[in-house]
């Protein structure tokens, strides 16, 4: 019964920078860890970033450490990425999701509940 919706994808020149924001539907977003994940044409769905439900433990993909941001609202049952220094690359359908446990994961078949998707796409 949790409903994600996921908003501010759009189209971004190279290098610039995007924040995507995913709003839950449910007051257990407190106790549920959250991840973005992407999936671009002909390739398979990747975990970009996680978060427990506290915040305090953080995971990034390899190839956006240092560029992406993951955070949290719990007040206001939010789970934002901040995405800077994008590339082409980054282009894909992110999406929200979250998990019932309290620690997070970056394995998409551990996620109970999916957003529908929002396009980034990355001007070359």
């Known amino acids: 019964q949790v409903q994600l919706l996921e908003s501010g994808g759009g189209l971004v020149q190279v290098g610039g920078s995007l924040r995507l924001s995913c709003a839950a539907s449910?007051?257990?977003?407190?106790?549920?860890?959250m991840g973005w994940f992407r999936q671009a044409p002909g390739k398979e769905r990747e975990c970009v970033a996680a978060?427990?439900?506290?915040?305090?433990?953080?995971y990034y993909a390899d190839s956006v450490k240092g560029r992406f941001t993951i955070s949290r609202d719990n007040g206001k049952n939010t789970v934002s990425l901040q995405m800077t220094s994008l590339k082409p690359e980054d282009t894909a359908v992110y999406y929200c999701?979250?998990?019932?446990?309290?620690?997070?994961?970056?394995?998409?078949?551990?996620?109970?509940?999916w957003g529908q998707g929002t396009q980034v796409t990355v001007s070359v």
């Open positions: 978060i427990d439900w506290s915040g305090a433990w953080r």
């Open positions: 449910t007051h257990t977003f407190s106790s549920s860890a």
């Open positions: 999701a979250a998990r019932r446990g309290l620690g997070y994961s970056n394995q998409a078949n551990q996620y109970d509940y």
